[in-house]
């Protein structure tokens, strides 16, 4: 089986783990919440009817808790450094492919949405992997996000850690190799307060919108409150279902489109650039070849790659690398760019199939990549029991 050197870890709890991180969530607001909401925002009425964003809780002006940790790059770094600046506190798990991107790229957005005032901003995460605990871990993830420069991803010791993830009433558990936490950023001011605690969601949709509202929080708390930039609407986007009809360009094909819903039967396969932290993405996409040979001749339905930009940095790098993925492939590639088809057809971790019958019902879909011939034979058995 072609295998990936970063395994999947997606955030899907057991039972008792929800329990748990319920518990958590409500113990750690109930100690830090203070009586008064937020501040609205400046659309409140389609803010608070959308599900996929979190409009953030206060946090009672306490003083965050210091700790010392090491960087992607080994250097010691500690919290109270960053005194004079607002901080961006997120909990992420190394190795994460479902909710962690997510998170990284609404925070990386925030930054965009602040203009100038970005500078008087750090955005530090602390690792929430018990089991991937070098800097190689963290290393690795910064590279793969394209963060370099833009933030400082912490790590330590086990031991050490849970200090820091108790101080915080922030749940982390590896269970049954699966690592679960609360997808958590802390705002913290320049004078070292915790000032609001925004639970991320696992959502494709919001993450620019969660940008929106994390830059609006953050200029709250700096002097002067400056003017946030590229206001976004945070209306609810609808997803786009599997039985909707829709047609995307193909890129790297003008003139050329791939067509969705009901009659367009397909095997999708959502990724994204960040899983090429080793070059393997080119060889892993090619197993949709293989399979367009196969469903060509027994009538299965057609193979389309899907890029998740809702999850990846922007940038003219960025955009090369997806035109030089399309180039090679030989099935269409299209751009889930507001993250509206992952959303429409539940998509849970990176990578992610999934197999639509005519009706626009989805027969099938996993996570992880899968050889050539396991992929057949999930499709196969699929079509079989439909």
């Known amino acids: 089986m072609n295998q990936s050197s970063r395994s999947p870890k997606r955030y899907l709890p057991s039972a008792a783990a929800v329990v748990a991180l319920l518990a958590a969530a409500a113990a750690f607001r109930a100690f830090r919440s203070a009586p008064k909401p937020l501040p609205q925002p400046r659309n409140s009425a389609e803010a608070w009817a959308n599900k996929d ?12 808790p210091n700790f010392k940790l090491r960087d992607q790059n080994g250097r010691v770094v500690s919290l109270s450094q960053f005194r004079g600046k607002a901080v961006m506190l997120a909990f992420i ?23 100038p005032a ?15 605990t070098k800097i190689s871990d963290v290393a690795a993830y910064t590279r793969a996000h394209g963060m370099r420069g833009r933030w400082r991803f912490l790590t330590g010791r086990p031991a050490r850690l849970k200090r820091v993830w108790r101080a ?16 958590i950023i802390f705002l913290i001011g320049p004078d070292g307060r915790e000032r609001a605690i925004y639970s991320d969601r696992m959502s494709y949709e919001g993450v620019v919108q969660q940008a929106q509202i994390l830059a609006d929080g953050i200029a709250r708390i700096l002097p002067g409150r400056p003017t946030v930039q590229n206001a976004v609407s945070l209306a609810p986007i609808p997803a786009m279902k599997p039985e909707q009809s829709e047609r995307l360009p193909a890129v790297g094909a003008p003139g050329h489109f791939v067509d969705f819903g009901a009659g367009h039967p397909h095997l ?5 650039s960040w899983l090429d932290e080793d070059a393997n993405l080119p060889k892993e996409l090619s197993i949709l070849e293989h399979y367009s040979t196969q469903a060509r001749r ?8 899907i890029d998740e930009r809702a999850t990846e940095a922007l940038g003219s790098a960025a955009r090369a690398r997806l035109a030089r993925l399309a180039s090679g492939l030989r099935v269409p590639l299209v751009e889930d760019a507001r993250g509206r088809l992952a959303e429409g057809y539940g ?6 199939f999934a197999l639509t019958s005519p009706s626009g019902r989805i027969l099938w879909s996993r996570g992880g990549w899968l050889s050539s011939g396991a992929l057949e034979r999930r499709v196969g058995a699929a079509l079989r029991s439909r």
Request: proline letters at 9%.
């Open 347 to 352: 998509v849970e971790d990176m990578p992610w």
């Open 53 to 64: 964003i979190d409009l953030g809780s206060p946090a009672g002006s306490l003083p965050a």
């Open 268 to 272: 999708l396969l959502f990724f994204a």
């Open 168 to 183: 915080y009433h922030v749940y982390v558990a590896a269970i049954h190799g699966d690592i679960d936490h609360q997808p």
């Open 298 to 305: 027994r009538g299965w339905p057609a193979p389309v790659a």
């Open 93 to 115: 798990d190394s190795h994460c492919t479902s909710i962690c991107p997510l998170m990284t790229q609404s925070m990386t957005e925030a930054l965009r949405f602040l203009g």
């Open 118 to 132: 970005a500078a008087r901003v750090q955005i530090v995460g602390i690792n929430a992997n018990p089991s991937a």
